[in-house]
């Protein structure tokens, strides 16, 4: 049983992202002249429900659990009160035999979703593109696309760079691979046995890739140069865990790293210039999971092993929404739509949830604090144009 506003789809998701529909759905060919009169009569179409594709299953065996690749659309709320969900009937699937997929990159520009699986990568390809249709969209393995990446073992941070022109991956057996897409040339390599890597993340400059492995510091590397500019070190105590770049408003970067220290969970902020500590708070006691940072940088979110989600203002780390058994089961991933609106949160317990968040106006002024002064403003203006008929009101001594 789906927990309320979740959508169950009967197999443990470990991956899941929002679709780029834009890059991804072709429009229909301009009409012929001998139609334009007809064209011009009509009714724009509306734009396609938002898509996010799925990913997971019960492995390898015999669980009698497919192991696919699913794409869902969004529906709006049936009824005022209630939230949206994502649609139990598939757009797309797609089964992928006996090997799971356990991580998903969806390329920006619709070149198609990378699936990270136990033995290594593939990736595939829209096809049957043609109109504006969400149903014309297939799915289709390239097994030629990632020949280097074939048989590299099970990739456990997979991530494409913000214009899609770079891919990085990093292994379960500690080897960090950074290539340009869609050519595959190698930009970057580093071995290291004796971690494994957690997570990666580009700046939307595609200067930096932060890194995060199971032991030791952050590195961050310069993928200009190729060399690593900054070790973050951890305090005493602290796990580090999922890393996450964000805009500024003043279009500069800040760097937000997860953490486990004790019995708490918390999120740390660097500087991407001077690569130094700018903040830190504990967030929650229950183990991070999962985290994201919404596409104009105003919200952070973190799912946890206890099915919890929280999402919070970057600028001050201010806890906005709670979900509190958001899901029966650990968190494995949250991702903001595009418009920053739409939190997407999956889980092993077979479900997805789609949380509206509402993100608040990073560069702007909270409507709240402007409204209070002006109800002040209105009540001292009417207590000075009757202060003596108020002043007759009370009781006389």
């Not at 992202?17 to 724009?44: M, N, R, T």
């Not at 390809?125 to 073992?153: F, M, V």
């Not at 939307?204 to 890194?211: C, G, H, N, P, Y």
Request: aromatic share 6%; with cysteine.
């Amino acid at each position: 049983m789906a927990p309320r506003g979740g959508q169950s789809y009967g197999f443990p998701i470990y991956c899941a992202a929002w679709l780029p529909l834009a890059h991804i759905l072709k429009s229909d060919p301009p009409a012929a002249d001998a139609d334009a009169d007809v064209d011009a009569d009509a009714s724009p179409s509306s734009p396609p429900a938002p898509m996010a594709a799925l990913g997971g299953g019960g492995g390898e065996g015999r669980s009698g659990v497919p192991n696919k690749l699913v794409v869902a659309a969004l529906e709006p709320a049936a009824a005022a009160g209630e939230e949206a969900a994502l649609s139990s009937e598939a757009v797309v699937e797609v089964r992928t035999g006996e090997e799971v997929p356990y991580r998903m990159a969806v390329h920006p520009r619709g070149d198609g979703v990378l699936c990270a699986f136990p033995n290594g990568c593939r990736l595939y390809r829209w096809e049957s593109q043609e109109g504006d249709e969400p149903r014309n969209l297939a799915l289709e393995p390239d097994h030629e696309a990632l020949a280097e990446l074939t048989n590299a073992g099970l990739q456990l941070a997979v991530s494409f760079s913000g214009e899609g022109s770079i891919l990085a991956t990093g292994g379960e057996d500690g080897h960090l691979r950074v290539f340009k897409w869609p050519v595959l040339e190698s930009v970057l390599t580093e071995d290291d046995t004796k971690t494994s890597i957690k997570d990666l993340s580009f700046s939307s400059d595609e200067k930096f890739l932060a890194v995060n492995r199971s032991s030791g510091p952050c590195r961050v590397w310069d993928l200009l140069s190729t060399e690593a500019v900054a070790n973050l070190p951890r305090e005493a105590g602290e796990i580090f865990g999922f890393c996450r770049f964000s805009n500024k408003t003043d279009n500069s970067n800040i760097l937000f790293i997860t953490a486990m220290q004790g019995d708490y969970g918390k999120i740390i902020s660097w500087n991407t210039s001077s690569w130094t500590r700018v903040g830190s708070k504990k967030i929650t006691r229950e183990a991070i999971s999962a985290f994201a940072v919404s596409p104009d940088g105003a919200l952070l979110a973190i799912g946890t092993i206890e099915g919890t989600v929280i999402v919070l203002g970057s600028k001050d780390m201010r806890t906005l929404t709670t979900v509190k058994k958001a899901h029966l089961g650990i968190i494995t991933t949250l991702a903001f739509s595009q418009d920053s609106r739409t939190l997407l949160s999956t889980s092993f317990d077979s479900t997805a949830r789609v949380t509206s968040v509402g993100s608040p106006k990073s560069n702007g002024t909270s409507v709240w604090p402007m409204l209070l002064v002006i109800i002040l403003a209105i009540l001292v203006y009417y207590c000075m144009q009757h202060k003596e008929e108020l002043l007759a009101m009370l009781p006389r001594l």
